[in-house]
C-alpha cells in the first residue's frame, strides 16, 4: 500500500473545513468515496469537494475495494459500531473524538483493533499543532522549571460560539454525544494534559446541570494527580453571564507560568517578572498535521500519534468528572 485512500463516513459539517480537505493534500493521501445516510447531502459533498463516490450505506464504503481506511466523523453514537465494522473489514480506522459515548466503549473499539490486528487512530489531533507542540517542548526544556500544577477554566455562556455547527444540536443530546459540551470540548483539552504530563494515578470530578435548560450537565469541576506528581483542577461552566467567559490553560512551575486558550493562538510565558508572547497563524485546515501523522503511520513510516488505548484514558477521565453516585 502506497496511497491511502480514504473513504469518510459522515460527511457532515466537521468535514467541510476542519478535516476533509486534508484528506487531499496531505502526500501519499486521497480522498476517493464518503457516506452520509441523506443521499442527496452526500452527493452534494461529493460533488464539491470533488469526490469519485458517494454513498448512503456505511457498509457499502466500508466494502469498497478501493477504499483502503476509513475516517468516522460522525456523533459519537455511531462511532463504535462503524469502528468495529470497519476493524472487521480490515481496514485502519481514524474516529473523531470523543472516541466513544463513553470508556467502555472505547475499550471495545480499543480491543478490536488488537483483536483483529488492524490500526486505529483517535482524533486528539492538538497533539500535532506547531502551538501545542510548542507548549510541550517548552514543558520539555523546563522553560518554567519544574511543574508543580495547572489551572484549566472553560468559561462560556448560552451565546458562545464555541462548537461546530450543526441543523441539529446534538452535541446536547446525551443519547448521541455521551453528554453536553463538556463531552465535546473537553476531549482536546483532558488529551493534552495526558500528552504533556504523563499517566493519571487519581481522577475525580463533580457535575451537575445548573441552568436546567437543557437535559445535561452544564457545570463540571475535574481534579487530576498525574504519575509525573503534577496536579490538574479544570473547570467547565456553559452558563456564566456573558461578559465572564474565559478560555484559559495556565501551567505553574518553580521558575514561572505558561498561559495560553485551548482555542486561541498565543503563548504566554512569565519568568522573572518578564513576560514573552509567542503568536501562531491558525491554520486552515486544523487536523492537517494529524491526518500527515496517521497517513504516515499507516503507510508503516512511524508510529501512532494517539492510539485507542491512549484515547480510553480521555474517556475514564470523561466519566470520572461527570459519574453520578
Known amino acids: 500500500m502506497n496511497t491511502i485512500k480514504w473513504g469518510i463516513i459522515g460527511c457532515g459539517d466537521v468535514t467541510e473545513v476542519k478535516s476533509g480537505p486534508a484528506f487531499n493534500k496531505v502526500p501519499n493521501s486521497s480522498l476517493v468515496a464518503v457516506m452520509r445516510r441523506d443521499a442527496v447531502k452526500a452527493e452534494d459533498y461529493a460533488k464539491r469537494h470533488h469526490v469519485p463516490k458517494w454513498y448512503d450505506d456505511a457498509s457499502a464504503l466500508i466494502n469498497d475495494p478501493e477504499v483502503n481506511a476509513i475516517y468516522i466523523a460522525t456523533p459519537p453514537l455511531q462511532h463504535e459500531e462503524y469502528t468495529l465494522q470497519s476493524l472487521a473489514a480490515g481496514k485502519p480506522v481514524y474516529v473523531e473524538k470523543p472516541m466513544a459515548l463513553n470508556s467502555d466503549a ?76 463538556f463531552h465535546d470540548l473537553a476531549p482536546h483539552q483532558l488529551d493534552l494534559m ?57 501551567i505553574y512551575g518553580s521558575k514561572g507560568k505558561i498561559s495560553f486558550p485551548m482555542f486561541g493562538h498565543q503563548i504566554k510565558i512569565i519568568t522573572d517578572g518578564q513576560e514573552e508572547t509567542i503568536d501562531f497563524a491558525p491554520l486552515e485546515h486544523v487536523e492537517q498535521p494529524m491526518i500527515e501523522k496517521v497517513v504516515s503511520y499507516f503507510l508503516g513510516l512511524s508510529e501512532n500519534p494517539c492510539s485507542g488505548k491512549e484515547a480510553v484514558k480521555t474517556m475514564n477521565l470523561l466519566d470520572r468528572f461527570t459519574e453520578k453516585d
Open 106 to 181: 472505547a475499550k471495545r473499539m480499543a480491543g478490536a483493533a488488537e483483536q483483529y490486528g488492524v490500526k486505529l487512530c483517535v482524533a486528539h489531533y492538538r497533539r500535532e499543532q506547531p502551538f501545542f507542540l510548542k507548549i510541550k517542548k517548552l514543558l520539555e526544556e523546563k522553560a518554567i522549571g519544574d511543574i508543580r500544577f495547572v489551572d484549566l477554566k472553560m468559561l462560556q455562556s448560552k451565546k458562545a460560539d464555541v462548537i461546530a455547527k450543526s441543523e441539529h444540536n446534538w452535541r446536547l443530546d446525551p443519547g448521541i454525544a455521551g453528554g453536553g459540551l
Open 194 to 250: 495526558l500528552y504533556f504530563f504523563g499517566n493519571p494515578i487519581k481522577s475525580h470530578g463533580v457535575s451537575l446541570n445548573q441552568a436546567t435548560v437543557e437535559g445535561v450537565d452544564d457545570l463540571v469541576s475535574g481534579h487530576i494527580l498525574f504519575d509525573t506528581g503534577v496536579i490538574f483542577n479544570g473547570t467547565w461552566c456553559f452558563t456564566v453571564a456573558e461578559g465572564e467567559t474565559k478560555d484559559s490553560c495556565e
